[in-house]
């Protein structure tokens, strides 16, 4: 923190008595040393940050801050205020003023300053030595770490350590007396972890998490924290959070990867309770802790899987990349090729060709409404190579992969490289990120990394190789793939079809069924797709709707070989699987995986080799039942689910009565938890 602060930085006189003066007095300094070069602008940005929440903190802290394009290069500057100042913090004015200013993406360099001096602001013995400093220089030292404030003696130091969380030790009886419970008993210490994160990712995660820290100490339990600040994060050790007994989040954004924690007790709270209250925090989950309560199930993973757990082999960690990419992928498709079905179904196959909108729309006529929706669904289309690239590269290099892997997508799209294209420009680009993220950079130079030079190099790279060296070929392999799935016909057709009814089946929304599920909107992601491309969609779709129906129909006719919880699953296995939700048979599946996942299998590549055959066609990339009039041959596509349906029922059946009927007791337990374990690990999906 050197070259972050120096007494030039810091007025011990402040006479400002508002948070703006105070920020504009401090930022002054700022630009009187070249660190804001438009002071207007930077104070602009200082105010937004503040509008989005105080920045005032108990005990007599404020901490005005932001990153701005206005700052050449991290900055802190201190003031101390007679009079006190109002930031918002409950117990009164600041005495105690901190502006950070960090240039705009510099990520790396204001995470650094601000995890040191969060930390710091919850030690009272270095909040009292800048009190009680009497000089600029003196205290430009104390916040830079060259000089240790004054020392405190072993209680009085110990007491002191948390000042923010003070108020609340009379409201821990209820940990402390657990606390001593364990020790009398020899049992380990009681486990937290603990997920902290605010609005900018910058002061208030790591004073949130200093303050937990202090706090778990003190009650004897052991606390680790995960601070997600804007720069991303380094994520828990996954056997930390196993072992782990409660989870707290103190947040004021969506925690990242959320169901890594699903199913322990939780306690979930703004950013500030973990700053003020933690003592209170860890009472609450040691509670919830003893009444056994958990959060029910996962939450959907947020899409960027990025480069996995450490230990992970190349194999899996590509696997995450481009379900990354296809996870972002998928709701386009399905919003785009739903608007276009809409289109079709309403104005027929030559809406196609209708003028745009823009400057032809009848309210009251059909055509134009049927063309509207056709246009929109197409513009929708045009973002899936883009976005698939985009967020591959994400997945692999975080945010500074965004920008040459959106582009190389564009490419891939203008060059007719098609989804493959958009699966080698994700690739490049993370990987180009990655290389350049390892070269030792300057410090001067690192504030305009992410948002500058990372950006400009990547993307000049992924253009060349896109356009130069990869481009055409990957669009002459796409094109010649094309061609061979028009050109399919017959017995080849069918099984094609069979085989990715199979694939559909196999690990009901895993990554194989993405696979094969990715195959088949990447066909009809077209303006004007091939009719072989909308059979596979159709055979994919079909086949997909095979296991939960199979399952819901195995346990209405022969109930009395599933247990309990399987026949409750059956019910919501009908919509499930009416709406092409492949999961729908995921607890049946983790139950008894050597009897229904080959069962579904078999049912799924009858249909998906029946739906070829019969000649189905599918625009429309989601919806199950409910596009059904959007289908070419309805009625023999509904005649191929039936015969899959039948066949997985009657071989699930079967295979079940030649063993003795389940019981209820443990068995419906064990496969409930059997099942929740498994869904807790399935990505959702067709």
């Known amino acids: 923190m050197s070259d972050m602060i120096t007494a030039?930085?810091?007025?011990?006189?402040?006479?400002?008595?508002?948070?703006?003066?105070?920020?504009?007095?401090?930022?002054?300094?700022?630009?009187?040393?070249?660190?804001?070069?438009?002071?207007?602008?930077f104070l602009a940005d200082v105010a937004a940050r503040e509008a989005q929440m105080p920045t005032g903190l108990d005990g007599g802290i404020g901490i005005p801050h932001c990153r701005s394009a206005h700052v050449t290069e991290p900055t802190l500057a201190f003031g101390r205020s007679a009079a006190g100042i109002d930031f918002g913090a409950p117990d009164g004015p600041a005495d105690l003023i901190f502006l950070i200013a960090a240039p705009a993406g510099a990520d790396d360099a204001h995470l650094t300053i601000l995890s040191s001096l969060a930390r710091q602001l919850m030690n009272s013995e270095f909040t009292d030595a800048l009190r009680s400093a009497g000089d600029a220089a003196t205290a430009a030292a104390l916040i830079r770490g060259d000089e240790p404030p004054a020392s405190a003696t072993g209680a009085a130091a110990s007491?002191?350590?948390?000042?923010?969380?003070?108020?609340?030790?009379?409201?821990?009886?209820?940990?402390?007396?657990?606390?001593?419970?364990?020790?009398?008993?020899?049992?380990?210490?009681?486990?937290?972890?603990?997920?902290?994160?605010?609005?900018?990712?910058i002061a208030h995660t790591y004073m949130a998490a200093e303050s937990l820290e202090n706090a778990g100490r003190e009650a004897g339990v052991e606390l680790v924290v995960e601070t997600q600040g804007s720069a991303g994060f380094t994520r828990l050790d996954p056997e930390v959070i196993a072992a782990a007994d409660g989870v707290i989040f103190a947040h004021d954004v969506p925690v990242r990867d959320k169901d890594r924690f699903a199913g322990k007790p939780t306690v979930d709270v703004g950013v500030k309770a973990g700053i003020n209250r933690p003592a209170d925090l860890i009472g609450e989950v040691r509670a919830k802790a003893a009444r056994g309560e958990a959060t029910s199930g996962s939450?959907?993973?947020?899409?960027?899987?990025?480069a996995g757990e450490a230990g992970e082999g190349y194999g899996t960690k590509l696997r995450k990349w481009l379900m990354s990419g296809v996870s972002y992928m998928v709701p386009f498709v399905a919003a785009g090729g739903l608007l276009i079905a809409l289109g079709f179904a309403i104005g027929g196959y030559e809406i196609k060709s209708a003028p745009s909108v823009l400057n032809h729309f009848v309210w009251t006529q059909t055509d134009s409404w049927a063309a509207l929706m056709f246009q929109v669904g197409a513009v929708a289309f045009g973002f899936l190579v883009p976005v698939l690239a985009g967020y591959i590269a994400y997945g692999m290099a975080d945010r500074p992969?965004?920008?040459?892997?959106?582009?190389?997508?564009?490419?891939?799209?203008?060059?007719?490289?098609?989804?493959?294209?958009?699966?080698?420009?994700?690739?490049l680009a993370g990987g180009v990120v990655m290389a350049i993220q390892k070269i030792d950079i300057p410090k001067v130079l690192r504030g305009i990394m992410p948002v500058v030079?990372?950006?400009?190099?990547?993307?000049?790279?992924?253009?060349?190789?896109?356009?130069?060296?990869?481009?055409?070929?990957?669009?002459?392999?796409?094109?010649?793939?094309?061609?061979?799935?028009?050109?399919?016909?017959?017995?080849?057709?069918?099984?094609?079809?069979?085989?990715?009814?199979?694939?559909?089946?196999?690990?009901?929304?895993?990554?194989?069924?993405?696979?094969?599920?990715t195959f088949a909107t990447a066909g009809i992601a077209v303006s004007n797709p091939s009719d072989s491309a909308m059979k596979i969609m159709a055979a994919v779709m079909a086949a997909g709707m095979v296991p939960p129906l199979a399952m819901a129909l195995a346990t209405t006719v022969r109930g009395k070989l599933f247990t309990e919880t399987e026949r409750e699953n059956g019910k919501a296995a009908w919509v499930l699987g009416a709406s092409f939700i492949s999961e729908g048979a995921i607890p049946f599946a983790a139950a008894d995986p050597l009897r229904v996942i080959p069962s579904s299998m078999v049912g799924g590549a009858i249909t998906g080799a029946l739906s070829m055959a019969f000649g189905a066609t599918l625009r429309a990339p989601h919806g199950g039942i409910f596009v059904v009039p959007l289908i070419g041959n309805p009625f023999l596509y509904l005649i191929a689910i039936a015969a899959g349906v039948c066949v997985t029922t009657a071989l699930v059946v079967l295979l079940k009565g030649l063993r003795k009927p389940a019981q209820q007791g443990s068995a419906g337990g064990s496969a409930g938890t059997a099942a929740t374990a498994k869904e807790a690990k399935q990505p959702v999906a067709a």
């Open 299 to 306: 939450a959907p993973a947020t899409p960027v899987e990025r």
């Open 453 to 517: 030079v990372i950006p400009l190099i990547s993307t000049a790279i992924v253009g060349f190789l896109m356009f130069v060296v990869v481009g055409k070929p990957i669009a002459s392999a796409q094109k010649g793939m094309t061609d061979w799935l028009n050109g399919l016909s017959g017995s080849n057709a069918i099984l094609l079809g069979a085989l990715l009814g199979l694939m559909m089946c196999f690990d009901l929304g895993g990554p194989v069924n993405k696979v094969a599920y």
């Open 159 to 201: 007491a002191s350590q948390n000042t923010a969380a003070a108020p609340v030790a009379a409201s821990t009886g209820t940990a402390a007396a657990t606390k001593d419970a364990g020790a009398e008993a020899g049992e380990r210490p009681f486990r937290i972890v603990a997920v902290t994160s605010c609005p900018t990712g």
């Open 8 to 41: 030039d930085l810091v007025d011990l006189d402040l006479s400002a008595d508002t948070k703006e003066a105070a920020a504009r007095t401090l930022a002054e300094r700022m630009v009187a040393l070249g660190r804001v070069t438009d002071l207007e602008g």
């Open 401 to 427: 992969g965004l920008v040459p892997g959106f582009v190389g997508g564009m490419i891939a799209s203008t060059i007719n490289a098609g989804f493959l294209g958009g699966l080698v420009a994700g690739l």
